[in-house]
């Protein structure tokens, strides 16, 4: 399979503290994209981090990109009880058409 | 701006019957691509289409499922006879027509559920 794949499947933390999820992926890529998806909803972009890029922040949002191990962390600090949501890595391979996704990361941030 | 849309958001179908879900790109974008996300899964591609033809229809079962997106509106993906293992979430994305794809505008999804 050349899907990403998170880690942990599943997280649990209070209101406040740091979250960090990990993806794995196979093959070659030119960026790695991070979604939420809110139980029941669609998909929406957080951040893109591109193959020549080591990290990247967007807010409480944190990226980096390790290509010679093919792996991403994404870490949410102060986390919200609104960060609650499931946190998928999407891989494009280069020249294709379809996005690959991993089963993604449960994230329960309680108040 | 409109987002990405999809009609109708949740759909109940028996067994056997059709099920035809609707999907609306972004205002100037001609790429759109669907993929299913079975319970506690990722999601999977199956189709992508640009105006009037398919480009990549890899991820798409050989049977029952065809996807369309004819010059003048929507996205239609269409599952005949449909079965219980049918039952998922069915999202569509769209892109720009740009060389660079990199980012791909995620709709809010149609539920299928097959009794």
């Known amino acids: 399979s050349q899907q990403g794949e998170e880690d942990p499947q599943a997280l649990s933390i209070q209101e406040g503290e740091n979250a960090t999820m990990n993806c794995s992926y196979k093959t070659s890529i030119n960026n790695l994209q991070w979604y939420r998806q809110n139980s029941g909803r669609g998909l929406v972009h957080l951040i893109l981090i591109r193959s020549n890029e080591r990290e990247k922040h967007s807010g409480r949002l944190r990226v980096t990109l390790d290509t010679s191990k093919k792996s991403s962390s994404l870490l949410i600090t102060a986390s919200r009880a609104a960060d609650t949501a499931s946190y998928f890595c999407a891989t494009p391979p280069g020249g294709g058409n379809q996005f690959y996704f991993g089963t993604g990361t449960s994230l329960t941030v309680i108040p | 701006n409109a987002g990405v849309m999809q009609n109708p958001r949740h759909l109940v179908r028996r067994r056997g019957q059709e099920a035809r879900l609707r999907c609306s790109p972004m205002k100037g974008h001609s790429h759109v691509y669907w993929y299913r996300q079975l319970p506690e899964e990722g999601l999977k591609f199956m189709v992508y289409l640009q105006k009037e033809n398919i480009i990549d229809e890899s991820g798409m079962p050989k049977e029952r499922f065809s996807a369309e997106f004819p010059k003048e509106g929507p996205s239609i993906l269409r599952i005949q006879q449909v079965v219980r293992g049918d039952s998922a979430a069915y999202f569509c994305?769209?892109?720009?027509?740009?060389?660079?794809?990199?980012?791909?505008?995620f709709g809010p999804g149609t539920r299928l559920t097959v009794l």
């Open positions: 994305a769209s892109s720009p027509p740009s060389s660079s794809r990199d980012t791909q505008y």
